[in-house]
């Protein structure tokens, strides 16, 4: 059979880009077919525009920063590491620089330098890129792949297709789910697509007065039947609905489980608001702000320790009368004021919805895609890359990696097959 091309590549996030090119850099005739009016509208806003790409760790800091199904990617990101990720990016023009954490971001902090290099490799490697394409389905033929129908009904052939449509969140981006229904109409099984790094909504009235307050250097845990299921320092901010930022969205994929599972067990967050000072510390610095500012009231004896909008809740939570003169204030309020510190709890009544959520967790069923190669155990020619499969990442550049990674795999391998 005479075919259009030997590998069509479905998505051009990322994942479809590096596979697409990785292929053609082997000899591969192939065809990067994006719905889009350009390629990677998702990574032009990764890292706040400024594109987390990868992080600098080792193999095992990146097993464990893997959440879902760490094992499965071990041959991808062996295949294409970290740096393996930063050498094609200076090859391509784009010298990078490693940040906080090990988070490594291109030197001109532009996602758009990124995008522009992957670019440069489709175009070095003379793979077709066709913008405005929507792929509708795959063509199968005597359960091999033998292409894919887009817009109009019109077909492309080819004997190898890599299916890197990504997951469901930020849809407006691209990332739709449509790999999914893809893949579920030629037998595949997929993993219920839930939110994960993502936004929680919580039950208190009292955080809504808080909206746009962020707090740094603080600690938040999930506690779940009174066992601690997650902990994380740094960086969060009050919203409208709940609590987000960095140590949040950490959070809401370390206790996914939890959150996505109908139980009478409710999440609770408990907020360490000092957490570098232990109790006793804590209580000796609440003596010492006490003594300066002992004629005032207790409401206005706290500006030294939090920040002015924390205050009111904070008594309020406390119990004790924030009226009171500070003078007044005896061990046991003390005390109970340094408690409150350390512990401020919150309800988890949730998380916030897919399309807020940096990525989905579930997805292709890791079970029916050999992970030497990534080609579909029921189709063969079929491969997937990317989000669209069962994996997912806390932040720190874990995801593109996973991306980048399985992208290069998947490319490889129909390459070589
Ligand atoms: P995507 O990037 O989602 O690309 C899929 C592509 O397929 C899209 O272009 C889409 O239009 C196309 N497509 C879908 N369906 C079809 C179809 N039927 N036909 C044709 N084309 C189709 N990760 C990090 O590691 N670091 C970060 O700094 C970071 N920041 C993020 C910030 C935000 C706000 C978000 C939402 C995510 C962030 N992520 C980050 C996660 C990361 O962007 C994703 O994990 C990654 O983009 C997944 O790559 P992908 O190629 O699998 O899918």
């Excluded at 297709?161 to 030629?186: C, E, F, H, N, P």
């Excluded at 029921?378 to 874990?398: H, M, P, Q, R, S």
Aim: glycine share 8%; with cysteine; charged share 20%.
């Amino acid at each position: 059979m005479d075919y259009d091309y030997d590998l069509i590549v479905v998505g051009g996030g990322p994942a479809g880009m590096l596979g697409a090119s990785t292929a053609a850099a082997k000899g591969l005739k192939v065809v990067l077919l994006e719905k889009n009016d350009k390629l990677g509208k998702k990574l032009f806003i990764t890292g706040k525009g400024r594109c987390n790409v990868t992080n600098n760790g080792d193999a095992d800091d990146f097993f464990q920063n893997i959440i879902s199904n760490p094992k499965f990617l071990y041959s991808a990101l062996r295949s294409f590491d970290n740096h393996h990720l930063t050498a094609l990016l200076a090859s391509l023009g784009v010298q990078t620089k490693v940040e906080r954490g090990n988070r490594v971001f291109p030197a001109s902090d532009k996602s758009s330098d990124v995008i522009k290099a992957l670019q440069k490799h489709l175009q070095i490697n003379s793979v077709h890129v066709k913008l405005h394409t929507e792929v509708k389905g795959i063509l199968i033929d005597n359960h091999r792949a033998a292409g894919v129908f887009i817009n109009n009904d019109k077909k492309i052939s080819a004997p190898k297709v890599i299916i890197a449509t990504g997951g469901m969140s930020y849809k407006q981006t691209g990332s739709t789910g449509d790999g999914y229904k893809m893949a579920q109409r030629l037998g595949h099984s997929v993993i219920d697509p839930k939110p994960a790094l993502v936004p929680l909504a919580t039950g208190e009235k009292w955080v809504k007065d808080l909206q746009g307050l962020t707090l740094k250097n603080v600690s938040a845990k999930a506690v779940i039947n009174n066992k601690v299921r997650a902990e994380q320092f740094g960086e969060m901010i009050f919203t409208h609905f709940g609590v987000s930022g960095p140590i949040i969205l950490s959070i809401s994929s370390l206790i996914k489980h939890y959150i996505h599972t109908e139980t009478n067990n409710p999440v609770l967050l408990t907020l360490d608001l000092k957490p570098a000072l232990t109790n006793e510390q804590l209580n000796a610095r609440l003596q010492r702000d006490f003594n300066k500012y002992s004629g005032k009231h207790l409401k206005n004896a706290l500006d030294d320790l939090l920040p002015q909008r924390m205050i009111d809740i904070v008594l309020q939570l406390s119990g004790i009368d924030m009226h009171k003169q500070v003078n007044r204030i005896n061990k046991k309020e003390r005390e109970q004021l340094a408690h409150t510190l350390k512990n401020v709890t919150l309800t988890v009544t949730g998380t916030r919805p897919l399309d807020e959520a940096i990525v989905t967790s579930g997805g292709i069923n890791i079970k029916e895609v050999n992970p030497s190669t990534l080609e579909s155990k029921i189709i063969n020619g079929l491969y997937f890359a990317g989000e669209v499969i069962d994996v997912d990442a806390l932040t720190g550049g874990y995801n593109l990696q996973i991306a980048f990674s399985t992208g290069y795999l998947s490319g490889l391998s129909a390459a070589k097959a």
